[in-house]
């Protein structure tokens, strides 16, 4: 398979902080990023997505910033809540396909 | 709008059997991915139907195959089954290319 699966690493925040999600993505001819949340049990739920002529895009408390000359995503999101509290995973996207190579995934773990 | 189902949502074969997996994309949506996820190796691209044709395949042996019906529904066949194919397999939906894929639940197949 292609992407790659090892510990999962965990960010650990306090209720009300912004926290910052990174991901290196491996490809340069990737042109379309996504951001993904997993809760325990469910499917993942699409969160946030940034083209490559973009280098930033904001939703509901969330931004995307991408770093094509590092090869580089990073989810901020605002004001962190505990329902905030699942496992993270960024995708890219290259080709006219819908196919997703996955990062390994970060757990965002919210203390009250 | 109903979301993705995948049925069955859990399953337990034994080794050498084959599993028959079925998706239901959201309506007027002509794209299914599937994916396999697991611990070790994280969430790994199957293969993508657009328009009942193939048109891309992850890195899996042939024992992984799929097909995708004229209503859009999609299922996924492994057969000659092995203790490492335990995992859970995830289908996606989409209205098209760079267009947000809506996850569905996922089947948990364990294989004895």
């Known amino acids: 398979g292609e992407s790659v699966g090892l510990h999962l690493p965990t960010l650990s925040v306090q209720e009300g902080d912004n926290s910052i999600i990174n991901c290196a993505y491996s490809?340069?001819?990737?042109?379309?990023f996504i951001w993904y949340k997993q809760e325990s049990g469910k499917g993942p739920q699409f969160i946030i997505d940034?083209?490559?002529?973009?280098d930033k895009r904001q939703g509901q408390r969330v931004t995307v910033l991408l770093n094509k000359t590092v090869k580089h995503l990073s989810l901020q999101i605002a004001a962190t809540q505990p329902g905030d509290s699942a496992v993270y995973f960024c995708?890219?996207?290259?080709?006219?396909?819908?196919?997703?190579?996955f990062g390994t995934g970060t757990l965002l773990a919210v203390q009250p | 709008k109903a979301g993705v189902t995948q049925t069955p949502r859990y399953l337990i074969k034994t080794r050498g059997q084959q599993v028959t997996l079925s998706c239901s994309p959201i309506?007027?949506?002509?794209?299914v991915s599937w994916y396999q996820q697991t611990p070790g190796q994280g969430l790994q691209f199957l293969f993508e139907?657009?328009?009942?044709?193939?048109?891309n395949k992850g890195n899996f042996p042939g024992r992984f195959s799929g097909r995708q019906f004229s209503n859009s529904r999609s299922e996924m066949n492994v057969s000659t089954l092995e203790l490492g194919d335990s995992a859970l397999y995830l289908c996606?939906?989409?209205?098209?290319?760079?267009?947000?894929?809506?996850f569905g639940p996922g089947t948990r197949l364990t294989v004895l």
């Open positions: 996606a939906s989409s209205s098209g290319t760079y267009n947000e894929q809506f």
């Open positions: 309506s007027g949506h002509r794209s």
């Open positions: 940034i083209r490559s002529n973009m």
């Open positions: 995708a890219e996207n290259r080709g006219a396909t819908n196919k997703l190579i």
């Open positions: 490809n340069s001819a990737s042109d379309y």
């Open positions: 139907y657009f328009s009942e044709t193939q048109r």
